[in-house]
């Protein structure tokens, strides 16, 4: 930056040219560095919502497979932090009615297809609402996560019941 107002202060037009160059050269540097971050937010949020809805279907899918249900330690820590499911999701009461991960019973694939993600407003917080329809009561069921970056990543944090 310092080098164009040296170059600017050698040139033969008057002050009020080179004035105005200078607040159009500052311009198009602020505007091109504020599009840049624009593009790097957006893609941020495409890869969370890609992230989230192939953690999410690939849960419904698995969760709802009679013979072998679990979910894999090594596929949890991909898309939840330790944190997370050391406090949560591996200490849930064996006496809670609900699927710690998206707080329902009963499973159904035809959520797979009508799963719903969306960026919850909260600051600068990463939130996301994870909606699922539920056929028979005719409504969307959904749940908010909390992200946190974990090794270098987007991870569920917390999950958040929205009482519906």
């Given at each position: 930056m310092l080098y164009l107002v040296w170059l600017f202060s050698f040139s033969k037009k008057t002050n009020f040219m080179r004035t105005i160059k200078m607040i159009t050269i500052l311009a198009l540097v602020f505007i091109s560095k504020l599009s840049f971050a624009q593009v790097k937010n957006t893609n941020d949020h495409d890869n969370i919502v890609k992230r989230l809805s192939s953690f999410y279907s690939y849960y419904i899918v698995k969760s709802?497979?009679?013979?072998?249900?679990?979910?894999?330690?090594?596929?949890?820590?991909?898309?939840?932090?330790?944190?997370?499911?050391?406090?949560?999701?591996?200490?849930?009461?064996?006496?809670?009615?609900?699927?710690?991960?998206?707080?329902?019973?009963?499973?159904?694939?035809?959520?797979?297809?009508?799963?719903k993600i969306t960026k919850v407003s909260d600051?600068?917080?990463?939130?996301?609402?994870?909606?699922?329809?539920?056929?028979?009561?005719?409504?969307?069921?959904?749940?908010?996560?909390?992200?946190?970056?974990?090794?270098?990543?987007?991870?569920?944090?917390?999950?958040?019941?929205?009482?519906?």
């Open positions: 709802l497979d009679p013979v072998n249900d679990k979910i894999s330690r090594d596929t949890m820590k991909k898309y939840c932090t330790a944190s997370f499911l050391k406090q949560t999701y591996y200490a849930v009461d064996p006496e809670r009615d609900a699927d710690v991960m998206l707080d329902v019973q009963d499973f159904d694939t035809a959520w797979v297809h009508t799963l600051g600068d917080k990463k939130k996301y609402s994870i909606c699922v329809w539920l056929v028979y009561e005719k409504i969307y069921h959904c749940i908010h996560v909390a992200l946190k970056k974990e090794q270098g990543e987007w991870k569920i944090d917390k999950v958040i019941q929205t009482g519906n």
